[in-house]
């Protein structure tokens, strides 16, 4: 899609709601999804990649990342990986993401869509939830339209489309995210529809080794 790779946007069915797709090609860009979804501008944006290949070339993983990513993937899941210390990994996590830590929430989504839109480049494309002013994650076409700031998107020069999809369709809750630590740890970022207890009995199978990260 032409659209994506000259720097426009797409509103598309994710996994749990509607969200805005663009290739996070830099800061700019990031500011700019930012003010079109009424963000606080320092908020960092998630990533949504077409597999784990395609994670690898920003990403460091070890393989306890790496199993859960197979075993919950496609699907509503985001794991904070650390960017690769080399190549574009790095400014990518702070320019692009905005991350503070040099990390990058990674996504491989359920939706074939979003998965189609994030291997038309090797950035991905962003995956940041419509949220209505209680902070819900919209999951209703017309009202993630209303949603979207008019500024921004008259600002946006290489424009835009919505992609309607089954308002019903959705997972019940929002994308589980976490944080595998070197030894073994699970940080909880955000419950979601993917159980905490299911996520451990997952890394307590697995020996230490596999905790390091690549």
């Not at 960017?83 to 491989?108: E, L, M, Q």
């Not at 038309?120 to 002013?133: E, F, I, K, N, P």
């Not at 994650?137 to 919505?162: C, N, Y």
């Amino acid at each position: 899609m032409k659209l994506v790779d000259q720097g426009g946007f797409v509103l598309a069915p994710s996994d749990t709601c509607y969200s805005v797709a663009m290739v996070p090609w830099s800061k700019e860009t990031r500011d700019q999804i930012n003010a079109m979804l009424s963000r606080p501008t320092n908020w960092p944006v998630s990533v949504a990649f077409r597999s784990i290949a395609h994670a690898k070339q920003h990403v460091r993983m070890s393989m306890a990342v790496v199993s859960l990513l197979e075993k919950y993937t496609p699907g509503p899941l985001t794991v904070v990986c650390p960017s690769n210390p080399t190549g574009p990994g790095r400014d990518f996590a702070y320019s692009a993401v905005g991350s503070s830590d040099a990390t990058i929430g990674v996504r491989i989504p359920d939706s074939i869509l979003e998965r189609e839109l994030a291997g038309l480049h090797a950035y991905g494309v962003t995956s940041v939830a419509v949220r209505d002013q209680a902070g819900h994650e919209v999951r209703d076409f017309v009202a993630a339209m209303q949603l979207i700031h008019p500024d921004a998107t008259l600002s946006r020069k290489s424009g835009w489309i919505a992609i309607q999809g089954d308002d019903s369709g959705f997972s019940a809750q929002h994308s589980t995210v976490i944080r595998v630590g070197k030894s073994g740890g699970l940080d909880v970022l955000r419950p979601g529809d993917i159980a905490e207890d299911d996520i451990r009995a997952t890394l307590d199978s697995l020996p230490s080794m596999a905790f390091r990260y690549e």
